[in-house]
């Protein structure tokens, strides 16, 4: 074959199923119901089920969200104990615990299904054993157990998943060797392959060879679908030898297809093209044809484009969309609200942004910090510190709980206005903050409250700071150097600093060298 493969992209073969509802479920089932309950380590559903039930419950739910102890134990003496257990429960338990992360412990479960005679494997089970092989151990062993599955329909359903564990690594060449031996297992018939190929493709700025892609795909007989020609006019855009006509013509392609049918994804595609090309009247016109394409049971597409209205200033389309949205059918989410929050503030909006977020606030069921950080960093950008500093104790007092990005809005703010008392009380919060996560402050904040200290000559502090943020990895010759000039003023020696510098392995620059000098002079 003259074209490798490789492709990008989703990271579960297949969707978990849900749980039914308890009131789907007849009396016979509920104990049942209630196992599945205790392996996803959920709250007790169901407490009118028999005692064994309930007390089988708490020991499992905390061994699993602990993460430490295997849920085969629990499992066996389940059974052991006489009560049924279905194949498709172990399964949907599985899934759960993949969504959970813990992968190790779903894949304990999958091999007890495998190792039971009352059970037979389907390929979707064996596609997921391959995910979490991927997940536990690494690409050579799901190599040796792809290679070694028994059957080809089994290969059919994992083939992808070992092709996606190629992509996460991005390890082009066995992508597209991995995709060659597809082709001789006679396993790529459809667009999925050549879909996640493209998505590579497009990752790693290889737009000229997606065009490839469609001619191995017609030449294969294999029919494209919306997110094949989506991909397509994509690579053309984004291609400087293309250009909007090339994406024109694709997308007539995809008009005169009768397997396709063009929806909103398609037209945004379009629209996104005009955009880049400076055509702002042309993507306009689409993304109204676009709108026309929205479902009315998903808002997904409707935050899809108010996000290209935004990037194209056009503010009546974002709000005539979001008014628009109200009408699906379910609770906004806070990441919708989040979305039409970022479009106001990137378009200047603030008083309707504000408006907004108060709907939410009015609204929501969780007060999630991070809407009211798009308005908070709204505040800050603009020097409105003192709304800035209210809105943060009005969230507070609405039982909001800061982040580090809260933290780091409000310090950036401070710094940016010259509030640097205010700055540093804040950056001792988030160092104490930073114990727990893995955030940390841009160097620019670190680096700008230190100068700060150097030249209020508060050198106790000084030490102090520096010493901490040593503490999480955040060291730098510059903060050194502002340590060792403060040091230098204040006729301090500066030997415990040049030690700390030996253990990071710090390098001098000339400055350094000059002001080790100085000490010496």
Same mark, same amino acid.
């Given at each position: 074959?003259?074209?490798?493969?490789? #492709?990008?992209?989703?990271?579960?073969?297949?969707?978990?199923?849900?749980?039914?509802?308890? #009131? &789907?479920?007849?009396?016979?089932?509920?104990?049942?119901?209630?196992?599945?309950?205790?392996?996803?380590?959920?709250?007790?559903?169901?407490?009118?089920?028999?005692?064994?039930?309930?007390?089988?419950?708490?020991?499992?739910?905390?061994?699993?969200?602990?993460?430490?102890?295997?849920?085969?134990?629990?499992?066996?003496?389940?059974?052991?104990?006489?009560?049924?257990?279905?194949? #498709?429960?172990?399964?949907?338990?599985?899934?759960?615990?993949?969504?959970?992360?813990?992968?190790?412990?779903? *894949?304990?479960?999958?091999?007890?299904?495998? =190792?039971?005679?009352?059970?037979?494997?389907?390929?979707?089970?064996? %596609?997921?054993?391959?995910?979490?092989?991927?997940?536990?151990?690494?690409?050579?062993?799901?190599?040796?157990?792809?290679?070694?599955?028994? &059957?080809?329909?089994?290969?059919?359903?994992?083939?992808?998943?070992?092709?996606?564990?190629?992509?996460?690594?991005?390890?082009?060449?066995?992508?597209?060797?991995?995709?060659?031996?597809?082709?001789?297992?006679?396993?790529?018939?459809?667009?999925?392959?050549? =879909?996640?190929?493209?998505?590579?493709?497009?990752?790693?700025?290889?737009?000229?060879?997606?065009?490839?892609?469609?001619?191995?795909?017609?030449?294969?007989?294999?029919?494209?679908?919306?997110?094949?020609? =989506?991909?397509?006019?994509?690579?053309?855009?984004? !291609?400087?030898?293309?250009?909007?006509?090339?994406?024109?013509?694709?997308?007539?392609?995809?008009?005169?297809?009768?397997?396709?049918?063009?929806?909103?994804?398609?037209?945004?595609?379009?629209?996104?093209?005009?955009?880049?090309?400076?055509?702002?009247?042309?993507?306009?016109?689409?993304?109204?044809?676009? !709108?026309?394409?929205?479902?009315?049971?998903?808002?997904? $597409?409707?935050?899809?484009?108010?996000?290209?209205?935004?990037? *194209?200033?056009?503010?009546? $389309?974002?709000?005539?969309?979001?008014?628009?949205?109200?009408?699906?059918? $379910?609770?906004?989410?806070?990441?919708?609200?989040?979305?039409?929050?970022?479009?106001?503030?990137?378009?200047?909006?603030?008083?309707? %942004?504000?408006?907004?977020?108060?709907?939410?606030?009015?609204?929501?069921?969780?007060?999630?910090?991070?809407?009211?950080?798009?308005?908070?960093?709204?505040?800050?950008?603009?020097?409105?510190?003192?709304? %800035?500093?209210?809105?943060?104790?009005?969230?507070?007092?609405?039982?909001?709980?800061?982040?580090?990005?809260? *933290?780091?809005?409000?310090?950036?703010?401070?710094? =940016?206005?010259?509030?640097? &008392?205010?700055?540093?009380?804040?950056?001792?919060?988030?160092?104490?903050?930073?114990? &727990?996560?893995?955030?940390?402050?841009?160097?620019?904040?670190?680096?700008?409250?230190?100068?700060?200290? !150097?030249?209020? $000559?508060?050198?106790?502090?000084?030490?102090?700071?520096?010493?901490?943020?040593?503490?999480?990895?955040?060291?730098?010759?510059?903060?050194?150097?502002?340590?060792?000039?403060?040091?230098?003023?204040?006729?301090?020696?500066?030997?415990?600093?040049?030690?700390?510098?030996?253990?990071?392995?710090?390098?001098?620059?000339?400055?350094?060298?000059?002001?080790?000098?100085?000490?010496?002079?």
């Amino acid at each position: 074959m003259a074209n490798r493969f490789i #492709s990008a992209g989703i990271r579960r073969y297949a969707q978990p199923r849900l749980l039914s509802p308890l #009131s &789907d479920y007849q009396p016979n089932q509920l104990s049942k119901f209630c196992f599945i309950s205790f392996v996803f380590g959920a709250r007790t559903l169901c407490s009118s089920v028999d005692s064994r039930a309930s007390a089988f419950h708490v020991p499992l739910a905390r061994k699993l969200k602990s993460r430490k102890q295997s849920p085969l134990p629990a499992l066996k003496n389940w059974v052991d104990e006489g009560n049924d257990v279905s194949h #498709s429960e172990l399964r949907r338990i599985a899934r759960t615990l993949v969504k959970s992360k813990c992968y190790h412990h779903a *894949l304990e479960v999958v091999k007890w299904i495998e =190792n039971q005679k009352n059970f037979h494997m389907i390929p979707a089970d064996y %596609a997921m054993k391959l995910e979490l092989i991927i997940e536990n151990y690494d690409l050579m062993e799901a190599e040796e157990y792809f290679m070694n599955l028994p &059957d080809s329909a089994a290969k059919k359903a994992a083939c992808l998943t070992l092709l996606r564990g190629y992509i996460r690594v991005r390890d082009t060449n066995k992508a597209e060797t991995f995709m060659v031996k597809l082709y001789e297992l006679g396993l790529v018939l459809s667009p999925h392959p050549f =879909n996640e190929i493209m998505k590579l493709y497009l990752a790693t700025c290889e737009y000229r060879k997606v065009p490839l892609v469609i001619q191995q795909m017609k030449r294969n007989k294999v029919p494209c679908n919306v997110l094949s020609y =989506n991909l397509w006019m994509n690579a053309c855009t984004e !291609e400087e030898g293309y250009g909007v006509a090339a994406v024109e013509t694709v997308f007539r392609q995809m008009q005169n297809d009768r397997n396709v049918e063009v929806g909103w994804s398609s037209l945004a595609t379009l629209a996104n093209a005009y955009k880049k090309a400076g055509q702002s009247k042309k993507a306009i016109l689409v993304l109204k044809d676009a !709108e026309r394409k929205l479902s009315t049971c998903n808002r997904l $597409g409707y935050f899809f484009l108010i996000t290209l209205y935004a990037s *194209l200033k056009e503010k009546e $389309g974002v709000l005539r969309l979001w008014e628009a949205s109200k009408a699906v059918g $379910g609770r906004i989410s806070c990441a919708n609200y989040i979305c039409i929050l970022i479009c106001l503030v990137k378009l200047g909006d603030i008083v309707q %942004a504000k408006r907004i977020f108060l709907e939410w606030e009015s609204n929501c069921q969780k007060y999630d910090i991070r809407v009211s950080n798009v308005l908070l960093g709204a505040y800050a950008r603009n020097g409105s510190m003192e709304e %800035a500093e209210s809105l943060h104790l009005h969230t507070l007092q609405k039982g909001g709980c800061p982040n580090y990005k809260t *933290l780091e809005i409000l310090m950036e703010g401070y710094v =940016n206005w010259q509030k640097m &008392d205010e700055a540093i009380i804040t950056m001792k919060r988030a160092l104490a903050m930073m114990k &727990d996560c893995h955030w940390r402050p841009p160097h620019g904040l670190v680096l700008a409250i230190a100068e700060y200290l !150097e030249k209020d $000559g508060n050198l106790k502090y000084a030490n102090k700071y520096i010493t901490d943020l040593r503490n999480f990895g955040l060291f730098s010759l510059s903060l050194y150097k502002i340590l060792l000039r403060m040091h230098l003023s204040a006729n301090k020696p500066p030997f415990h600093i040049l030690k700390m510098m030996d253990e990071d392995k710090i390098e001098m620059d000339n400055e350094t060298l000059s002001i080790l000098k100085a000490f010496t002079g």
